[in-house]
């Protein structure tokens, strides 16, 4: 223990790639413990549609943010941040290392790199472009960011409207593009931090996620999703594989095409994932099947007193 120093061991890469069963391979192997930045399994009303961890999984290795929230709770990046930082530091006390593992990018940088500061502006810009989206839909929103940032337009989740209409709110309230708000250093982290991304040739992911999906139905989405019904108009539920069962319940498509369409968008999802990892030269990349050379990297690496 004391001859190594603090280590973060990121585990990250698209949907359906196995992340969860390398994250409890090495932990078990540094005997540490997990922490979840998949913002989909913090709420414990959503288990199937998010693919958390198996009960075995959780028993082999202790696991932090996952189903610790309700789909009635508000819960921001920054909320994580502050959370994750100050487990990390309860972790440390007992382990050189702990391991990070999910797909939410944004909150996973919200840990190693800390986030963008924007100034207060009138909750009316929030209001005017809620009332907006839900007159005109999303596409509105997507030609004003492209008119206002084209920066941020080519980097955002442009089917996510949370994202959209946080820019604009910042955009319409300041007079100023948002990704002028957006800064270029890092926050200062007291860890070293180990980045490990996982990837296969796009037709094996796009294969496992068709198959994890047949999965889900199998294991019971469709009464998973039909009790959260009276709360789809929550933020929390606004996600693949939940919105595409609630129009299949207000009778706007059949049960197999929502099936279709959850597909198609975690394919979606999974593209948009591995853009924005792709994008981050700190990352080492493996196969999901090269668990021993991912463990030997990782021991390279570990940041050790000298």
Do not use: C
Not at 13 to 33: D, N, Q, S, W, Y
Not at 249 to 260: C, N, P, Q, S, W
């Amino acid at each position: 223990m004391n001859k190594f120093r603090r280590n973060l061991i990121i585990i990250t890469g698209p949907t359906a790639i196995g992340k969860t069963g390398l994250a409890v391979f090495i932990a078990k192997a540094l005997k540490t413990e997990i922490i979840s930045f998949d913002s989909r399994q913090f709420y414990k009303e959503m288990k199937i549609g998010t693919a958390v961890p198996t009960n075995e999984e959780l028993s082999k290795v202790p696991h932090h943010f996952i189903q610790n929230l309700s789909i009635h709770d508000t819960y921001s990046v920054g909320d994580f941040e502050q959370d994750a930082l100050k487990k990390i530091e309860e972790l440390f006390e007992t382990h050189h290392s702990v391991v990070m593992v999910g797909g939410s990018g944004m909150f996973e940088k919200a840990v190693t790199e800390g986030l963008d500061e924007f100034p207060d502006v009138d909750p009316k810009f929030r209001q005017e472009l809620i009332q907006e989206f839900e007159a005109f839909g999303i596409e509105k929103l997507q030609e004003e960011l492209k008119n206002t940032d084209f920066s941020y337009y080519q980097q955002v989740d442009l089917s996510n409207h949370q994202r959209l209409i946080r820019a604009l709110e910042i955009i319409r309230g300041s007079g100023k593009p948002f990704s002028s708000f957006r800064k270029n250093k890092s926050a200062e982290r007291n860890f070293k931090v180990i980045k490990i991304g996982l990837q296969l040739p796009r037709e094996e992911i796009y294969e496992r996620i068709n198959r994890r999906v047949d999965l889900m139905m199998e294991e019971g989405l469709l009464d998973e999703v039909k009790s959260l019904y009276e709360f789809k108009h929550l933020n929390s539920l606004q996600t693949v594989g939940y919105k595409e069962i609630f129009d299949y319940l207000d009778g706007k498509i059949e049960l197999d095409f929502a099936v279709g369409e959850i597909k198609k968008n975690t394919r979606r999802y999974a593209k948009r994932q591995l853009t924005w990892y792709r994008k981050d030269e700190n990352i080492k990349w493996f196969s999901p099947f090269e668990k021993e050379e991912i463990l030997d990297y990782i021991l390279n690496h570990l940041d050790k007193k000298s």
